[in-house]
């Protein structure tokens, strides 16, 4: 795809948001990238669509999927990405990208806890089975647990007053906002934990194996994401020393 020049995220609360400074240090400056905050999706993709591609963040992935006119997110049907192109809105999952880099190396074991059953949980949940792994999808509804799951063959759910033993589970992948309580019995202890939100983190501190912040999943994705966005390869040391 050719350049673009003005990028935006799209999504409500955007406030405190790394993507603009990421953008900054990845290209030198080169490009714009701005923060839209709308509190309906409607006005949230009106102002979007302005720009040349754009970012979606909460709660509009699968909003943004749905509008968009030709997809490319593996089964996925959330993004976090859209860009402009002549034959419309193309939109794209760099967050699976963002779950594969940021657990690069690490031996997660054999199977996976997703919790939560937002876009961000979708994409997790499409990682994870990239990754070989067998997972679990849990959810606050059971119900939007189980249809998350059955987009992946061989994958299960449960609620979250149901969570499987520790011995299980080698990786959590939790997507659960920070205003939602932390489900308790997670089975922290053995697994590597990678947390979605990093702006507020709830697992920061938990007893687990080892925390990953959501930074390197935010990092990950955005060097995917720009690489699409401007057809040009990111500064990743850039990137690193914002983070």
Known sequence: MAPFRRFCLIGHPVAGSLSPALMQAAYSGRYSYDL??????EAAWARGVEYDAFNVTAPYKRDA????????CDGIDACNLIIKADDGFH??????????????????????LIVGTGGAAAA?????????LDAIVA???????RW???AFPGCVSCGLDQLPTPDDIGLIIYTLPSTAPVPEGLPLENAIVLEAEYKNPRLANAPCRKYLSGKLWLLHQAVSGFRLMTGEEPSLPAMLSIL
């Open 148 to 150: 998350l799951a059955s």
């Open 91 to 112: 939109a794209f999952n760099t967050d699976v990208d963002g779950v594969i880099g940021a657990l690069d190396c690490l031996e997660t074991g054999s199977a996976a």
């Open 124 to 132: 997790a949940l499409a990682a994870a089975r990239e990754l070989g």
């Open 36 to 41: 839209v905050d709308e509190p309906g999706f």
């Open 139 to 145: 959810g606050r509804d059971p119900e939007k647990a």
């Open 65 to 72: 999927f749905a509008r968009a006119d030709v997809r490319d």
